[in-house]
């Protein structure tokens, strides 16, 4: 599966949208420690399908702390209104006024149902560069097992985890024929083999998730 671009999120059922479970008051921030001394610094780029804990005690959204993983889905802001269906966009903290993100984030429940492609990138950085950049990402089966790693990035498991979030890739069902099975070509590659089986607006490859745990 390959992405061009910057990772996006197509919300099939997110159960935050109506519970009102969206977190947007802490800054994206990356911690680090050197020699006894944490750094706090913003994070550069963020994009919808990366995760950050609410880290609400230490005052910022990061990959550290106890909170629970939360997913990144922003909105992007459109003035002009011949851009109006431009979905591929990330949040970059050289824009925002303070130099800071603030992202909007969703708590994913058991059932949740989402499309994307954020995963991390096999080879090379978790992240493209620019919406001209293309990463490949591994290939992923009907059933396997996703999990997010310590950056935030969505990951494959070899297997399901015995505790943590874990999201399984799922049919788009209504590809299936009128017996529930699949069609002939609907879920096969070039070389046959059973992967991902959806696409977003753009019409690049993407996998259906649900939460099972």
């Known amino acids: 599966m390959k992405r061009k671009g910057y990772a996006q999120v197509e919300p099939n059922h997110l159960s935050a949208q109506y519970t009102g479970q969206i977190y947007a008051q802490l800054p994206a921030m990356t911690a680090t420690t050197s ?18 804990r609410y880290n609400y005690a230490a005052g910022r959204a990061s990959v550290d702390g106890d909170g629970e993983w ?9 003035y002009d209104e011949r851009r109006q269906n431009h979905k591929d966009f990330a ?25 994307t492609n954020a995963f991390k990138a096999t080879s090379g950085g978790p ?38 979030i874990c999201f399984q890739v799922v049919p788009h069902f209504t590809q299936l024929k009128d017996d529930g099975s699949a069609p002939d070509a609907a879920y096969t590659t070039a070389d046959n083999v059973t992967t991902y089986a959806y696409t977003l607006a753009d019409m690049q490859d993407a996998v259906k998730l649900q939460r099972i745990q």
């Open 91 to 115: 949040m970059k903290a050289t824009d925002m006024t303070d130099g800071k993100i603030y992202p909007r984030l969703l708590k994913t429940n058991v059932g949740d149902i989402f499309t």
């Open 127 to 164: 992240s493209v560069s620019g919406p001209d950049g293309e990463i490949t990402m591994a290939d992923l089966a009907l059933g396997n097992y996703v999990t997010i790693g310590n950056d935030g990035w969505l990951a494959k498991a070899n297997s399901k985890p015995a505790s943590g």
């Open 70 to 78: 939360m997913l990144v889905y922003n909105e992007e802001k459109l």
């Open 35 to 52: 020699e006894g001394v944490t750094t706090v610094t913003p994070i550069e780029q963020l994009e919808n399908g990366q995760f950050l």
